[in-house]
Antibody, heavy 120, light 107 residues
Framework: EIQLQESGPGLVKPSQSLSLTCSVT?????????WSWIRKFPGNKMEWMGY???????NYNPSLKIRISITRDTSKNQFFLQLNSVTTEDTATYYC?????????????WGQGVMVTVSS | ETTVTQSPASLSMAVGEKVSISCKTS??????MNWYQQKSGEAPKLLIS???TLRPGVPSRFSSSGYGTDFVFTINNVLLGDEGIYYC?????????FGAGTKLELK
C-alpha cells in the first residue's frame, strides 16, 4: 500500500525558511509519477505548490517560483519542500501527494498533512 | 492560469437528498476535472478523475458531468458519512488550480 507522511516543524518565524519532508512507503519515487506539495489555507483554499518528477525535474507554481525549492533523497525515498522568506500568509496545512499522469493528471495518494503556523 | 469558480460555498442537506456542486473554469479544459472529498481531520480523497471517471471503490452514488468550462458533481441519496468539504481541481494546465470548496453538512 502506498503511503505518504509529512514531517517538519509546526511553527516557523516570519522571514525564515519552512522545511518539510515527505516520506513515501510502498512505492519508489524514482519509478514513476510526480511528487507534489499542496497546501490548504485557513478558510479552506487549496493551492498546488509544485512537484518533483521521478527523474528529478521540478515544476513550480509561478506564484511561488522565487521562494520555493523541491528536492529529494532517493536513498531514503523522501522528497522535501523548502519555502523561503515566509510570512503569516504561509500559515497552512501542507500536504504531499502523488500526481498520477499515466491516464490523466490527478492526485491519487495524499499524506495526512502537517499544520504549519508562521508567527513570531 | 485557469481560475476555477465553485458553488455553492456550503450546503445543508437531509439524508437521501441529491447534492449538486458546480465548477466553472475560466478557460476550456476539455474534461480535465477532478473531484475530491475531504472529511474533517483527514487527507483529501480522490473520488472522480478526468473524463468523469469514478475511482475504484467509490460508490456509484457519486458522479460528475461536464466538458469545456462547466462541470457538475452529484451525490445521489446523500448519507451522513458524506459530510465534508468537496473540491474540484482542473488538471488541463499548470499551475493546477482548485475550486474554493463546498462544505456539505447533513441535517
Amino acid at each position: 500500500e502506498i503511503q505518504l507522511q509529512e514531517s517538519g516543524p509546526g511553527l516557523v518565524k516570519p522571514s525564515q525558511s519552512l522545511s518539510l519532508t515527505c516520506s513515501v512507503t510502498g512505492y519508489t519515487i524514482t519509478s514513476g509519477y510526480d511528487w507534489s506539495w499542496i497546501r490548504k489555507f485557513p478558510g479552506n483554499k487549496m493551492e498546488w505548490m509544485g512537484y518533483i518528477s521521478n527523474s528529478g525535474s521540478t515544476n513550480y507554481n509561478p506564484s511561488l517560483k522565487i521562494r520555493i525549492s523541491i528536492t529529494r533523497d532517493t536513498s531514503k525515498n523522501q522528497f522535501f519542500l523548502q519555502l523561503n522568506s515566509v510570512t503569516t500568509e504561509d500559515t497552512a496545512t501542507y500536504y504531499c501527494a502523488r500526481l498520477d499522469w499515466e491516464l490523466g493528471d490527478y492526485f491519487d495518494y495524499w499524506g495526512q498533512g502537517v499544520m504549519v503556523t508562521v508567527s513570531s | 492560469e485557469t481560475t476555477v469558480t465553485q458553488s455553492p460555498a456550503s450546503l445543508s442537506m437531509a439524508v437521501g437528498e441529491k447534492v449538486s456542486i458546480s465548477c466553472k473554469t475560466s478557460t476550456d479544459i476539455d474534461d480535465d476535472m477532478n473531484w475530491y472529498q475531504q472529511k474533517s481531520g483527514e487527507a483529501p480523497k480522490l473520488l472522480i478523475s478526468e473524463g468523469n471517471t469514478l475511482r475504484p471503490g467509490v460508490p456509484s452514488r457519486f458522479s460528475s458531468s461536464g466538458y469545456g468550462t462547466d462541470f457538475v458533481f452529484t451525490i445521489n441519496n446523500v448519507l451522513l458519512g458524506d459530510e465534508g468539504i468537496y473540491y474540484c481541481q482542473q488538471s488541463d494546465n499548470v499551475p493546477y488550480t482548485f475550486g474554493a470548496g463546498t462544505k456539505l453538512e447533513l441535517k
